[in-house]
């Protein structure tokens, strides 16, 4: 081939292009697309670690046996306004309880007390089944003022737990709606 030749001279100058002054905006977002196929599942992740065993407690009663422990009873019951018709329900709960304890046959002993805005003893400790059916039987629900759980726990832990037999167990049941 031959050699190369020399570049040859610039060409016409083009129009000049048309200037676009207008301005653009966002639209508006697009509806949601279909939903794609799920992916493969994942690998399992590592197990725990299992914690140490508790203590194991001791077995229970079948249920068909009887009670023969000797036990401090305390008996809160709510007679706040918000009680209301549900009082009568209470009273026959602790009635039925106090007819299984069998009182006499275990030495054990029941105080109550009813409580509203302010605690009030309704049996002090006795060992006599009739004699918390009579003072159950003789209670009414206040039926005003709100429940004043503090003070009544309060109530109990002076004036009764301080009178109690000591070495026995003592349990406190409290039959509230909390309001």
Same mark, same amino acid.
Request: proline share 3%.
């Given at each position: 081939?031959?050699? !190369? =030749? #020399?570049? *040859?001279?610039? %060409?016409?100058? @083009? $129009?000049? /292009?048309?200037?676009?002054? +207008?301005?653009?905006? !966002? =639209? #508006?977002? *697009?509806?949601? %697309?279909?939903? @794609? $196929?799920? /992916?493969?599942?994942?690998? +399992? ?15 229970? /009663? ?118």
């Amino acid at each position: 081939p031959g050699h !190369k =030749g #020399q570049q *040859g001279a610039a %060409g016409v100058q @083009g $129009e000049a /292009g048309v200037s676009d002054t +207008a301005q653009y905006f !966002k =639209g #508006q977002r *697009g509806s949601q %697309g279909a939903s @794609g $196929e799920s /992916g493969p599942k994942g690998f +399992a992740g590592l197990k725990g670690v299992m914690g140490a065993p508790g203590v194991v407690g001791n077995m229970g /009663g079948s249920g068909g046996r009887t009670c023969d422990s000797t036990i401090n009873y305390v008996f809160m019951l709510d007679t706040s306004g918000s009680i209301g018709d549900d009082y009568p329900n209470i009273v026959s709960f602790f009635k039925d309880l106090t007819s299984q304890i069998r009182l006499e046959n275990t030495a054990s002993q029941v105080s109550a007390i009813t409580f509203a805005t302010r605690p009030a003893l309704l049996v002090d400790w006795t060992g006599s089944t009739s004699a918390v059916l009579s003072a159950l039987d003789g209670s009414q629900a206040t039926l005003t003022g709100g429940t004043a759980m503090g003070a009544a726990f309060d109530f109990v832990n002076a004036n009764l737990l301080t009178t109690r037999r000591l070495g026995v167990r003592t349990i406190v049941l409290v039959l509230t709606d909390g309001r």
